[in-house]
């Protein structure tokens, strides 16, 4: 298996290998397997499809993100709340290395196929996940086939199904996808595993409902403002050292975060802020 590998970096120049159902695998082949590639390929990328903390042993980069894809998809059905996706981030802080990445996503093969689109398990929340996957923690996002034109579809899993040519076509999820990945790209504080920023919490008075943090390294910052609820919360807090001048990622304009902040802020609302 290590010389088909090879063969695929050596004749074919491939950036890496996305390992399906690595975790089915004993760790010390894959620990094995890394060695080898690196020695012909130093920065060959390892993706392991599975979560298990050990795979980040002289094994793999980035392993996939599910409890936290299933906790956002709880969230949005109203049978979770913000608290657990918080408790989610301390405990993997406590679990893996600060090198891991974790790709995050709101939809891939497997998801779209046996549990329907994204528009399908998150309705209303969609917008405001695909926007925390691309600044949670440590995390790099997932976009997964048509999800760049938000084409609602569940995908044939074992036969060919296309999408038809007329409805390939740019718009709002297009665009959307563009900021969002402009951001990611030209914010250090976004970068994933632990060249990124740590997110920093900024209290507020909806912690059941809303999350608010900051990330950054040197002097990128973002800050995120994001209502994970089906509730318009009326936000009251304050910024403390974070209040200035930024410019909203997805508009483009300036804008000012108070020292104190209080508005409403609708149903899965959110707002993202760079400087």
């Not at 042993?57 to 913000?82: K, N, P, Q, S, T």
């Not at 084409?151 to 076509?169: G, K, M, N, T, V």
Request: with cysteine; aromatic share 12%.
């Amino acid at each position: 298996q290590i010389d088909a590998m090879r063969f695929w970096i050596e004749q074919h120049a491939v950036d890496g290998f996305r390992c399906d159902m690595a975790m089915l695998v004993p760790i010390e082949f894959w620990q094995q397997a890394t060695e080898v590639l690196r020695a012909i390929k130093p920065d060959i990328f390892m993706l392991a499809e599975a979560e298990q903390q050990n795979l980040f042993d002289r094994a793999f980069d980035m392993c996939y993100a599910w409890e936290i894809h299933h906790l956002m998809c709880d969230i949005a059905r109203g049978e979770r709340r913000v608290w657990d996706l918080r408790n989610k981030l301390y405990a993997n802080r406590e679990n893996y290395p600060a090198s891991a990445m974790r790709m995050m996503f709101t939809s891939n093969h497997d998801e779209n196929s046996w549990s329907g689109s994204e528009f399908y398990r998150f309705g209303d929340a969609r917008e405001v996940m695909t926007a925390l996957s691309f600044v949670w923690e440590g995390a790099m996002p997932l976009i997964y086939t048509g999800q760049e034109v938000g084409y609602d579809h569940s995908f044939a899993f074992f036969d060919r199904d296309h999408i038809p040519a007329e409805l390939y076509q740019p718009n709002d999820d297009t665009e959307l996808y563009r900021r969002l990945i402009a951001l990611k790209h030209s914010e250090a504080a976004l970068q994933a595993g632990e060249r990124g920023g740590r997110m920093i919490e900024i209290e507020n008075n909806a912690k059941d409902c809303m999350m608010t943090f900051v990330r950054e390294v040197g002097d990128s910052r973002v800050v995120a403002i994001m209502n994970l609820s089906p509730y318009t919360i009326h936000a009251n807090y304050n910024n403390g050292i974070y209040a200035g001048e930024y410019t909203n990622a997805l508009t483009g304009e300036k804008v000012l975060l108070p020292l104190h902040l209080e508005q409403d802020i609708e149903p899965w609302g959110y707002t993202l802020l760079y400087k």
